[in-house]
């Protein structure tokens, strides 16, 4: 059993990355992203009510995520892995994850973290705007937000595991496969 946190701004390639590490190892892929836009579809009350802080780029308080991540990973019952995408996102998300494994006697692997810059993060979100239906990549001032919440909430969450030896940056920018290529290389390497 391997659980491993794909970390990094937005844009940075959390999403893309889990589905092919997925496709390899057979983990399963938890994105809070995800399964907000999954609520949202589904017009939940859960959806309505984090479609306004998602459209701005602002986070979904914790207490709602945090929820959602204990339920999709009860229901996920026996299996090999997870790798959480985009979650946690503020520490004390990070403290409810440990806590929540823990309890079923597992725990963080590896947090993987992908380094991109705002320039580079910017460029792909406005490009996925323009054939996407993400209203947050289609305006470049919330999507500058959205790294900005990044550096402000986001990146301590790497402070909080980097006293458990687990945190590796991984450089974001180049080709897919090579990337994907330095991750599995990471997630071989645990013992
Ligand atoms: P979320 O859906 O998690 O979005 P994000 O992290 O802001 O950004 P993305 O998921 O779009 O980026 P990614 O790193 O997955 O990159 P991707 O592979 O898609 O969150 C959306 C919103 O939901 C948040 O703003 C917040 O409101 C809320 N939310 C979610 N989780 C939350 C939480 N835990 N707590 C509170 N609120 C939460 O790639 C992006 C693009 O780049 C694609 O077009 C892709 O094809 C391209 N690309 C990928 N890799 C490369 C590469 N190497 N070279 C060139 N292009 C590439």
Redesign the pocket.
């Known amino acids: 059993m391997q659980n491993i946190i ?1 970390f ?12 092919r590490l997925v496709e390899k190892y057979k983990f399963v892929h938890l ?4 399964l ?2 999954s609520e949202r579809k589904r017009e939940t009350k859960l959806g309505i009510e ?1 479609q306004k ?2 459209v ?7 207490s ?2 945090i929820g959602m ?1 204990e339920s999709a990973v009860q229901e996920a019952g026996d299996v090999t892995g997870f790798i959480f ?6 520490v004390p ?1 990070a403290e409810a994850l440990d806590a929540l494994l823990a309890s079923n006697e597992m725990s963080i692997d590896r947090v993987l973290v ?1 380094d ?1 810059n705002e320039e ?1 993060s910017t460029k ?2 406005l ?2 705007g323009k054939t ?1 239906n ?1 209203k ?2 289609q305006d470049e001032s919330v999507i500058r937000g ?1 790294y900005k ?2 550096l402000d909430y986001t990146v301590e969450v790497a402070g909080y595991y980097e006293p458990k030896g687990i945190v590796v940056n991984i450089p ?5 496969e090579e ?1 994907t290529e330095l991750l599995a290389s990471e997630i071989e390497a645990i013992a």
């Open positions: 794909l990094g701004p937005p844009g940075s390639g959390k999403g893309t990355q889990a589905t994105s809070t992203g995800d907000l836009r984090a802080f998602m701005k780029g602002e986070l979904v308080p914790d709602v995520v991540i995408d985009g979650y946690p996102r503020t998300q992908l991109v580079e792909r979100l490009d996925r996407s993400r947050d990549d959205r919440v990044y974001g920018e180049g080709a897919i990337i």
